[in-house]
């Protein structure tokens, strides 16, 4: 069945799914939706329809989401049935319609008679061969070859009182037909039905960037069974819990924390990252990555439909539907446009014969070539096709966009602010020093010191264990354990009472020193936790623990300053360790020792000052500042539903080096977006100029119309090789 853009969808018809729902959203898949013209037939249509709320159309995956009230559902298939349309109601449960179901597909042999009857109508027309009523019925068997589906639809508009293409076209036609043009006008509208379907092929590349992602994650997963015996099934049939297998060169099928081997897997379709990353017991996996060494078995995670996979398609998809601010101009300028060139056109045939004696069917014709060059199609689509085209390009690169004005707006960001911990360092405190203080038992110390450690599950203490294990240290029974909130732990090794803790505990015991305090100082004037092992009448051993800087920050805020933003680090920590960071990573700004609601408070103090700013966190700790700042940038999503769901950009792996990926693309995205609009709106003025003069035939005008069309729309896709 054609689409009111002129191409066709093979598929059976519909049955029409009226049936009540719980009120809510409802998501509703129409293939013969692609354009805004069918966008705002179906929105005017709706507008009144009673218990119908909020619509959100998602052209280049033909689907209208809809919020309605119980019983609604079936008023809103009704209507949308009556406009020609085949509306189907998507079930939530049944897996995402895969991208082979979205290509369109059409009868080529119409079109080819069409255009061989409308090229043979013009040869006996300018060879003066036949008679006309043989010139006259070769161009209505072109007409009626390829534009019965273009009348239809222009007649639905019409009686919608919707000025879209299809009105448009059907009343240039019949205009031409009208004044004797019969060459002519089966001429345009072979040339409109070819244009829309070389439009539609184009735009479906478009259309499948984003679902196309499904395709990473293969369609089955070797599960093992009660009975010990490994079994190939559905992967939409797996659960939690089970166990899969995974051969060297396959793709993993789910989500799931690895029981059983160690390999190299490539995560480039979700995280954008260039290397393998070495996996063993205990590390996650995910769906849609390339599974490279050795063979693994994992413990499914989630199902099929929540998979970190899933929810980026879902994610992205969701952003589709959201429109982007050039869009949202774009749709109030098309909305007054067209009303008023058609009115233009009508003066332009009325007026001159009228006032000025002009030629009734010179004037007619000139008024019909402005009617073929005024439809806003080409300015319309341009939008969402970059847009769309920039959200896929950045999850490829493993960086998710909530929605187009994310996209839009990065290009105006002017200071970006960023937590330390887990953002511009790795999060994970190691050990960096240690120098015995008392005696030459070194060893001994370190294992009293690792003893205690490793009962503790502070971040200091767990690195301070880690240390021991790597250098093979043996830990010895600790009796009588206690944590010393604030300060640190105490418990009995071999018998002997001990202590490791901060600076304060250390104090608090009355065994520091002069030489000591020099020592705790310059560690802190490096950026370094202190910690000391104590016993009951001196200072044993001290360590010292940082968290190490990712070499990525480096290089990341250094091309944020390129592209003139400036950077400012906001973190808990002392100002000592904040100033440290600060210089090795070359961040402009640091401010130390604040809380939730100081950061909050640093954001909106420079929002006052009218400037653009976004934040980087781990998408949960700093929710209150990601929340106000214009863009929220959320570290290491990859599996983390939290930051998926509440970051305006998520970073799929811990690499800052994304953000000014994600500006220049931005640049980029803005930059198309004005070549299009200046295409669209030049090329059409230089004709309607010409159409004016007598100088643009219809035919001309079709190519003008349906031309910068495909060009902007190809300009568009240029956003998906970055």
Sequence with gaps: MKSCCGHEHDHEPAVSTARVLAPGSTRIRIEQMDCPTEERLIRDALAGVPGVGELQFN?????????????????????IEKLGFTPVVED????????EQLSTKKHWWPLALSGAAALAAEIVHFSGAGPQWLVAGLALLAILLCGLNTYK???IALKNRNLNINALMSIAVTGAVLIGQWPEAAMVMVLFTLAELIEARSLDRARNAIRGLMDLAPPQATVMQADGRWLELDVQSVNPGDVVRVRPGERIGLDGEVISGSSTVNQAPITGESLPVEKRIGDQVFAGTINEAGSLEFRVSAAARDTTLARIIHAVEEAQGSRAPTQRFVDRFSRIYTPLVFLFALLVAVLP?????????DWIYRALVL??????????????????SGLAAAARRGILIKGGVYLENGRHLQVLALDKTGTLTHGKPVQTDSLNLFGDDEPTHAGWAASLA???DHPVSRALARHAEEQGLALLEVDDFTALPGRGSQGRVTGRLLYLGNHRLVEDLGLCSAPLEERLE???RQGKTAVVLCDEQRALMLFAVADTVRQS?????????????????????NAHTAAVIAEQVGVAEAQGNLLPADKLGWIEARQVQGQMVGMVGDGINDAPALAKAQIGFAMGAAGTDTAIETADVALMDDDLRKIPAFVRLSRQTASILKQNIALALGIKALFLGMALAGEATMWMAVFADMGVSLLVVFNGLRLLQK
């Design 59 to 79: 052209l280049l995956q033909r689907v209208l989401s809809v919020s309605h009230e119980e019983g609604a559902l079936e008023r809103v298939i009704l209507v």
């Design 553 to 573: 920050s480096r290089e990341a805020l250094a091309e944020l300053q390129q592209l003139g933003i400036r950077t400012c680090m906001l973190t808990g920590d």
């Design 522 to 524: 310059a560690l802190e």
């Design 153 to 155: 639809k222009g007649w």
């Design 353 to 361: 014969p009228l006032l000025l004696g002009g030629a009734w069917f």
């Design 454 to 456: 490793a009962r503790s």
């Design 92 to 99: 939530e449960a049944a897996p995402q319609t895969g991208p």
């Design 371 to 388: 009617l073929v060059v005024a439809c806003p199609c080409a300015l319309v689509i341009s939008t969402p096709v970059t847009v769309v």
